[in-house]
């Protein structure tokens, strides 16, 4: 083997088709044949995004692909994250800071620099590790962005890649996609594609074997597998398709905790509530209408990249009206980093970090005011919730991403211990005084399995369901994880993926 690392890339026919999730299980089982694996994903556009240990800024879904490989997630796997502010323009994250804000033509001819940046990491990832599995973004077949292209065959061709190509059957046409996007390469980018992976199939395969013989016969490649469509699998979901049903629950038959989450437009960092998906007599119901509020026993609001023009369309919509009567009459109202801004009394953006509006009213559900500020803050922390009601004082991690700071008059929800490894003593979040409102700006606290529970059984006192013990939210996700890895184990050709790669096959155990 030589000393630097071999690449493969997953490319896909369209977003949504399974790219990050492949991804992941195949970092799981390369690292269980003893591989050193390692994500990359250049360029991701997303709002789901993770701290590193270092304090930098990368995709949730890089983030979780690095603990399917075992390793500490870093900013060299997602050297470039774009985060949606607007429909024309995104904030524009370089090796996990801030770079600044770019309209998308103006972004467009941005790339070739930041392929720059894309190299610099790729380099280091390539001196650490054995194996690189390459995420792409959208669609290779894109030809309105392929000058300059860093995200799918720009990439392929700078890191000598073997592109296997990925797609979606359960929304139908997917043979019209592979071979649609084959016939729009280039010669040499035809020459990069190795095969086909046909993810999410649920039916009887002998009726699918006409097509994937018509699929070879075509393109002259081989279709590496066909994944089964997983329905009782949880994964955290990068792109907001779990968003698209409104509701997601785990159990039936039974009372639930109804946990209603505002579907902002510009909701960010909707991975914070996946732990609720484990809980047995929890359901989620993510609402655009006020209505929906009916029936919950708590409201999250989430976070936002847009806070301000978030709380606007909380106003437009009637939300606004209906949450504030939904707490006064005793509700339960949380916010987590943009949705605790919008539970104070005002919101103040002088520097136009977030967009042109100036000054927003809050729900006023607490007393706090927040100024967005022009650098924006991003750490890993530790932190101690003080006691209220029910719950008792918790230690809990997370990590922080905002540009804002708030300052409010209640009593505060935590004291921030330590900040990316250093020691310190800050307050965060608001509390009211009967512990029914409160926001934090610590996103993953719901991963913390003993606040967690906690937060769960005051509810459950009240709505008289049994008390439950703790789940342990990161072994859960492990083992999904195990059950997706099985699952690739055994639909994809892998001593075919091992000879595309030039290297030889290892089949390791899977646990």
Known sequence: ????????????????????????ALCRIF?????????????????????????????RAQAFQAEAAGIEPTVDMNPILLKPTSDMGSQVIIHGKVYGNMKAAEYHRFKKEAARYVMESYRRLEEENDLIVIEGAGSPAEINLRENDIANMGLAEMVDAPVILIGDIDRGGVFASLVGTMELLTTSEKKRVKGFIINKFRGDFELL?????????????PVFGVVPYLKDINLPDEDGVVLESGQCSVASGQKKITIVVIKLPRISNFTDFDPFRFEPDVSIHYITEPAELDGADVVIIPGSKNTLEDMDWLWKTGIADKLIHYAENGGKVIGICGGFQMMGKLIKDP???????????????????????????????????????????????????????????????????????????IKDGAISANGKIWGTYIHGIFDNDEFRTGFLNEIRITEGLPFQGAIRFKDKKDENIKTLARVINDTIDLPGLYEKMKLDFRRGPHA
Do not use: C
């Open 31 to 59: 690292r269980e044949h003893g591989l050193r694996v390692a994500p990359f994903k250049a360029q991701n556009m997303a709002l789901n995004s993770f701290v590193t240990m270092d304090g930098g800024e990368i995709g």
């Open 351 to 425: 520097h136009g970090v977030e967009s042109h509006v100036k000054e927003m009213k809050g729900l006023g559900l607490l007393h706090g005011e927040t100024i967005l500020e022009k650098e924006k803050k991003t750490y890993q922390v530790k932190a101690i919730i003080q006691a209220a009601g029910n719950r008792q004082q918790a230690t809990v991690k997370g990590y922080e991403i905002h540009m804002g700071e708030t300052d409010g008059k209640e009593n505060h929800f935590a004291i921030i211990t330590n900040r990316n490894n250093t020691p310190v003593k």
């Open 209 to 221: 074997k006409p097509g994937l013989d018509f699929l070879e016969n075509k393109t002259g490649l």
């Open 1 to 24: 083997m030589s000393d630097k690392a071999r690449p493969i890339m997953l490319q896909g026919t369209s977003s949504h088709v399974g790219k990050s999730i492949i991804t992941a």
